[in-house]
């Protein structure tokens, strides 16, 4: 059979022997077909095939080069192999036979199918440029296609697949990444970036290599990584490691020397295995920022450690960490503990589930430094924000009562068992005990507010005129800070008509009360305190300038007492315990007819 172009697409079957075509010079010649072409019962097939239909083989043997636009299916087994002795091209599917030359499979141009190898035994070099699905390749294999089964052995000095375009026969590596494996079995390992999106290359137990799904977690930029500590430590100065799913972290996470950004993505962090000084090297917590470390963790999701093991965050070696958003951080006595830098906390929620093991001081330690640095200023906690279960950052009782981690110009919320830090506030009420209670934005809100025996401290300056009304019974903090009646109204700072005890807590006892009169003539002065109910004043300081000389003979001097006490029908109660009182031009204390007054203490 030398050339066959029957009209239409007709089968031919040939069952069992031996077709030769041979030319005068002894070449082989072509069988053409349009059509199926079906072989069976050990057919010998000398010649050389093009067809542009299907080739289906049972049995028998192709001993000259075959070209199909079609599929060519073998077989393989008790029923017969099927031998291709010389080179195949195939823009079908390829399945079963044994192909001992070369095989191409390349997708004709407007073809309806992908080419794909499905099986079969290949013992020669096969290019590949669509997929590779199984089979059994002992040659050389070139892909710019996708691999995702069959079982690949190379030879010596060879990788068992190879780029298109590879450059010698020793060659390792693949030149371009135009393959891309998701499965298989391989005598050398796949690189990394001819892996499938989602996969990585892997040893098997037996020695030989493929690829698995990756379980990706996390990821810096364009790459990702299977672990945290991957991904932190390909971190550079200004990037944000993301991370992709929840973690189980089998150790502390540490960042050291960098300055990174972690994005928790709504992720959570957790720990199934102890952490807590696993390797003898200061591992307390699932984070840890550590020497020339800057850690900044934003977004939603978890810190939550295993319980009665570890604590969520620490800094440890002068590390910094800031804490953004409204993730939430579970740990074991601390949630975070700072041996030496600064934690500042400006949102999240804070809890512990392994207690201390005093009830008494059971959720004390939320928030912790270690004493000896807090004390000489190398450990500081800095709360902006947050939630917090039954530890008020304001009164951290663990540093001593009273000692707070809030910022300043923070005050504290609390609500059923939950202290929450919120920002910009101006006054705090404080219960007896001296936890804190609620914030305000104005200082005559929690004034209103305060309930018998309850402060009301200042948290910023303000500038107004404050009224304590008859039913009222508090303290007035100043805390460091001024309250200013202004000038030029007939107004005290503050008028007292209830109880009230004044003090200033701060440090530096820089609290203030004051007007603003500088002492002019004409000027319209005022008290800058008037009590007319009971008032004691324990410390802070008192001041305005009140007071100008009169243009008459006798030069007498006119202006407001600093302080004016029962000039009323009421009268009034002061006491003075502490505290200093400066007035220059005029008088400092008035006492009225029905006023009285205890002077034990202060400067005046």
């Known amino acids: 059979v030398n050339r066959a172009y029957p009209a239409g697409a007709p089968t031919m079957t040939i069952s069992g022997g031996t077709i030769s075509a041979e ?269 020339g470390g800057n850690l900044t963790i934003n977004g939603s999701g978890a810190l939550r450690a295993k319980e009665n093991d570890c604590y969520a965050l620490d800094v440890q070696d002068g590390g910094n960490l800031t804490v953004n958003g409204d993730a939430s951080y579970v740990g074991n006595i601390h949630a975070i503990y700072v041996q030496k830098g600064t934690a500042t906390v400006n949102g999240g929620s804070y809890s512990v589930q392994q207690k201390y093991p005093d009830a008494a001081k059971a959720d004390e330690f939320v928030l912790n430094c270690y004493d000896a640095n807090r004390a000489n200023g190398t450990a500081k906690i800095i709360v902006n924000g947050g939630t917090f279960t039954n530890f008020d950052p304001r009164n951290n009782k663990a540093e001593g009562a009273g000692t707070s981690f809030v910022a300043e110009g923070v005050g504290v919320n609390y609500e059923n068992g939950t202290f929450t830090a919120v920002p910009k506030m101006v006054a705090q009420i404080i219960a007896a005990d001296g936890s804190s209670v609620k914030a305000y934005d104005s200082l005559a809100e929690a004034i209103e507010a305060a309930q018998a025996g309850q402060t009301v401290m200042l948290l910023a300056d303000v500038n107004g005129n404050v009224e304590i009304a008859a039913n009222k019974n508090l303290t007035l903090d100043l805390n460091g800070f001024t309250l200013n009646g202004g000038t030029g109204t007939a107004k005290a700072a503050l008028t007292n008509y209830g109880t009230i005890t004044i003090k200033d807590s701060s440090t530096a006892k820089t609290g203030t009360i004051k007007r603003d009169d500088n002492g002019t003539v004409g000027e319209t002065s005022y008290y800058v305190i008037r009590n007319q109910g009971t008032m004691t004043i324990e410390s802070g300081t008192v001041i305005n300038n009140s007071g100008y000389r009169k243009t008459n003979p006798t030069g007498s001097m006119s202006g407001s007492s600093l302080i004016c006490n029962g000039d009323c029908n009421e009268g009034g109660t002061l006491t003075i315990k502490g505290g200093t009182f400066t007035q220059n031009n005029f008088i400092a204390i008035k006492n009225g007819a029905l006023g009285v007054l205890h002077v034990t203490g202060g400067t005046i």
């Not at 070209?67 to 017969?80: R, Y």
């Not at 192999?81 to 195949?88: C, G, H, Y």
């Not at 710019?144 to 010698?168: L, P, R």
């Open 23 to 291: 030319g005068a010079d002894g070449k082989k010649q072509h069988i053409f077909g349009r059509g199926a072409f079906t072989i069976s019962g050990n057919a010998q097939i000398n010649a050389s095939m093009t067809l542009e239909g299907d080739l289906y083989a049972d049995g028998g043997t192709i001993s000259g080069e075959v070209a199909t636009t079609g599929a060519i299916t073998g077989s393989e087994g008790a029923t017969g192999t099927t031998t291709f002795t010389k080179a195949v091209e195939s823009s079908g599917t390829i399945e079963g036979g044994v192909f001992e030359g070369a095989v191409r499979s390349r997708t004709s141009y407007g073809a309806q199918e992908a080419a794909v190898i499905r099986g079969g035994t290949f013992k020669g070099k096969v290019e590949s440029y669509s997929s590779i699905e199984n089979g059994v390749f002992a040659g050389e294999v070139e892909s710019e296609g996708t691999i995702s089964g069959g079982t690949f052995t190379s030879a010596a000095g060879v990788g068992a697949v190879q780029a298109y375009g590879w450059k010698n026969n020793s060659q390792q590596t693949w030149d371009k990444p135009n393959a891309s494996v998701s499965g298989g079995t391989f005598t050398s390992a796949i690189p990394e970036d001819y892996c499938a999106d989602g996969f990585v290359p892997t040893q098997n137990d037996n020695g030989t290599y493929g690829v698995r799904e990756a379980n990706y977690v996390a990821q810096v930029g364009s790459t990702k990584y299977e672990s945290l500590a991957a991904a932190i430590g390909a971190a550079q100065d200004g990037d944000t490691v993301t991370l992709l799913k929840d973690i189980d972290l089998p150790a502390t996470a540490v960042v050291e020397g960098k300055t990174i950004t972690l994005e928790l993505n709504g992720k959570t962090l957790a720990n199934t295995a102890d952490i807590w000084e696993k390797d003898a090297t200061y591992d307390w917590s699932l984070i840890s920022v550590r020497e």
